[in-house]
Nanobody, 121 residues
Framework: QVQLLESGGGLVQAGGSLRLSCLAS????????LGWFRQAPGKEREFVAA????????YYADSVKGRFTISRDKAKNTVYLQMNTLKPNDTAVYYC??????????????WGLGTQVTVSS
């Protein structure tokens, strides 16, 4: 059973930084993609970033390119999302997600419970 546990959310001023962590457990993740989605109040959940576990290839939504960086630490079974130059419209619940396969659309089979990120203006 795959489990994803997010941490690192909080309240930050616009222009600030936060780093989210996602501890993945329950299996080995060779061949998987892991990543982050977010959902703001009244909006649909949207893709933020993803990374392939084996080769570390990264993918980003246009809205976060150049500001957010996704990475993974295989030894710690953890995926990180470094968020810099945060804006108020980055405010959302951020979810860690995972799926088997490295090609095609990122359609996760597994989800964490989410961590709140609030950016004040």
């Amino acid at each position: 059973q795959v489990q994803l546990l997010e941490s690192g959310g909080g309240l930050v001023q616009a222009g600030g930084s936060l780093r989210l962590s996602c501890l993945a457990s329950g299996r080995t993740f060779s061949g998987y993609r892991l990543g982050w989605f977010r959902q703001a109040p009244g909006k649909e959940r949207e893709f933020v970033a993803a990374i392939t576990w084996n080769l570390g290839r990264t993918y980003y939504a246009d809205s976060v390119k150049g500001r957010f960086t996704i990475s993974r630490d295989k030894a710690k079974n953890t995926v990180y999302l470094q968020m810099n130059t945060l804006k108020p419209n980055d405010t959302a619940v951020y979810y860690c997600a995972a799926t088997y396969g490295v090609a095609g659309d990122f359609l996760p089979n597994y989800w964490g419970l989410g961590t709140q990120v609030t950016v004040s203006s």
